[in-house]
């Protein structure tokens, strides 16, 4: 009786101190984790996964590049100061093009990075 209320006799190695410590310490650890990952639970400090899809016509010496997406529906992730960053679903690769290369651009929704593409989606011209 007296071990569990925690008084302990001078002999005696205080387990229930021991356990005691450990279950604080873990939960402080696991209230520290939440506190942290709080704003990421609601949204705040997401990125965006929603990125405009965009048909590109560019010059032929990009177009040429065996490495250039057929359906040319790509996704617009960021343009600034004339360079624009686009990304293929279909072929999972990142694209930087200069609007000098650039000869025509059209927006044609919002989509989802992580959505595969469908059929529908990369049909070729």
Known sequence: ???????YRKNEIPTQHFWQTTWLGANLMLFCTQLIL????YGILQL???YP??????DDAVSQDPAWPADEQLMLLDDQNGK???YSRSERRL???KDSDI????????TNVF??????DSTTK
């Open 38 to 41: 709080f704003p990421i639970n």
């Open 95 to 97: 694209w930087y093009i």
């Open 115 to 120: 959505q595969t593409p469908t059929p529908a």
């Open 103 to 110: 000869h025509s651009i059209s927006y044609s929704g919002m």
């Open 48 to 50: 965006p996964n929603q």
């Open 84 to 86: 624009y960053y686009l």
């Open 1 to 7: 009786m007296w071990k569990m209320i925690g008084t």
């Open 53 to 58: 899809e965009v048909e590109v016509v560019v």
